[in-house]
């Protein structure tokens, strides 16, 4: 298994370029699916992930053709061969149980095992399921599957969501694209991906309206046609960057940055004394931080546009160095502090009650042997590592692989001494 090692104490600078969305691109992979014709991706994060996701697509007849390196994944899904996505695909990755809706949609069936919990909660799809019971699916939830039929096709319904879940809105709108009549989704999360999957669908001739707004009007059409689009860039990735650059220190320049969807973090950054200057229409965020000590912030991750639980962990290794106490809270999921006693080893001073870490910042950090638990746990400890005196090594480096494509490489051209050890 993979493991990171750091040499910390170095400052970062130079110019970090932003990747696609992987939390975009998972949506958009699976929009091939409503369409016998080809869908082209392109600025596509090559990571696990995504990766995973194109296996499981073949696997259901999508003809695949993503070269190694490349940054343009063709889809072609003319037949589907299954409709059918079992546990073991399902269980690696939640986001392949959003092959459902489309599935559904198009062929009228789809058995799709439940993706089960996770290290960061339980993590329920009864939101998923709700929708499209109200867009006239009959389900069966029956050994861990869920076995769903719209036999005379999805209709038009009016969805209100209790929470703005992600994954929900996202679902509920790929299937609405092909139901009969129009769909409401109210209470709709906010994300800026949900935006990007809008408009690809639209331009393969969908009509969807109001994706961005907590209101989501789609009207169903009978069939969509094929398309080519550019996955937005990453703003988990650019903001963990610009939260590495600020605890490491230096100056650093995130370039094909999505400088508008990272409202909240600019903010939270500024809090914390360091230095952002971003360029919505260049793409560009400049970090930086020489020599003053950080300043503690309280955070509360809420649905967009309010502090992304993606960047909760990241901010709390920042913070950890801080001058004062910052408060954290993650209101989205329950279980999200993981890092918290791994960040504790390299000497940070957090205390965690129900769903609040109290943060008491300390001079420095230490090096010392981590283990990451999941993909935005594990990036924390890499910024804290950045940031502490000694050695660090990240064990299972295999969560980061699924998040962040090239993390070493982009970092070390940084000045960063990161050196990934292969057993
Ligand atoms: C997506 C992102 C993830 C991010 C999260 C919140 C992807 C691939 N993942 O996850 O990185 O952290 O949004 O911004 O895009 N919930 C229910 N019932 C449901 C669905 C969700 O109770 O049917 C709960 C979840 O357990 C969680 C909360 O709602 O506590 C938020 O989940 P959701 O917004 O759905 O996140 P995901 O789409 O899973």
Redesign the pocket.
């Known amino acids: 298994m993979d493991r990171l090692q750091i040499r910390g104490g170095r400052p970062l600078n130079g110019e970090i370029e932003i990747s696609g969305a992987?939390?975009?691109a998972?949506?958009l992979m699976v929009a091939c699916l409503l369409t016998p014709e080809p869908l082209q991706l392109s600025n596509m994060p090559d990571l696990s992930?995504t990766r995973f996701l194109s296996q499981l697509l073949a696997t259901l007849g999508v003809e695949v053709f993503w070269p190694k390196g490349a940054s343009t994944c063709h889809l072609n899904a003319a037949e589907l061969t299954s409709t059918i996505a079992p546990y073991e695909q399902v269980r690696k990755m939640?986001?392949s149980f959003n092959v459902l809706g489309p599935l559904l949609a198009r062929s009228g069936h789809a058995t799709v095992s439940l993706p089960g919990g996770c290290a960061?909660?339980?993590?329920?799809?009864?939101?998923?399921?709700?929708a499209f019971e109200a867009m006239g699916a009959d389900l069966l939830v029956e050994q861990g599957y869920v076995k769903a039929a719209a036999i005379h096709g999805l209709k038009g319904a009016h969805v209100n969501f209790p929470?703005?879940?992600?994954?929900?809105?996202?679902h509920a709108m790929l299937a609405a694209t092909l139901a009969k009549g129009e769909t409401i989704l109210e209470n709709a999360?906010r994300?800026p991906?949900i935006a990007d999957l809008a408009n690809c669908l639209n331009a393969m001739g969908a009509k969807i309206t109001g994706a961005g707004t907590d209101t989501i009007r789609i009207t169903g059409v009978e069939s969509l046609s094929g398309t080519s689009h550019a996955v937005m860039p990453d703003r988990?990735e650019a903001g963990t960057y610009a939260m590495a650059a600020a605890a490491a220190g230096g100056d650093v320049t995130l370039t094909h940055a999505p400088v508008d969807a990272l409202g909240a973090a600019i903010s939270a950054l500024r809090k914390a004394g360091v230095t952002v200057d971003a360029d919505p229409e260049a793409g560009t965020i400049r970090v930086r931080r020489n020599g003053t000590r950080l300043r503690s912030v309280d955070i509360d991750t809420q649905?967009?546009p309010g502090f992304?639980?993606?960047l909760q962990a990241q901010f709390m290794a920042l913070v950890s160095m801080a001058d004062g106490t910052s408060i954290i809270r993650e209101n989205?999921?329950?279980n999200r502090f993981m890092h918290a006693p791994e960040l504790s080893r390299l000497g940070a001073n957090i205390t965690v009650r129900g769903r609040e870490a109290v943060v008491k910042g300390v001079e420095h950090l230490q090096g010392a042997p981590v283990m990451a638990t999941d993909?935005?746990a594990s990036v924390s400890l890499v910024i804290a590592g950045l940031a502490a005196e000694g050695e660090t090594v990240v064990n299972r480096i295999y969560h980061l692989d699924r998040g962040f494509e090239g993390l070493d490489r982009k970092l070390s051209a940084c000045g960063a001494d990161v050196t990934r050890l292969s057993e």
Do not use: M, Q, Y
């Open positions: 992987k939390n975009s998972l949506k992930d939640r986001a960061i909660g339980a993590r329920p799809v009864d939101l998923h399921l709700k929470f703005p879940s992600v994954g929900a809105t996202e999360a994300e991906e988990i649905p967009h992304p639980t993606d989205i999921f329950e993909l935005r």
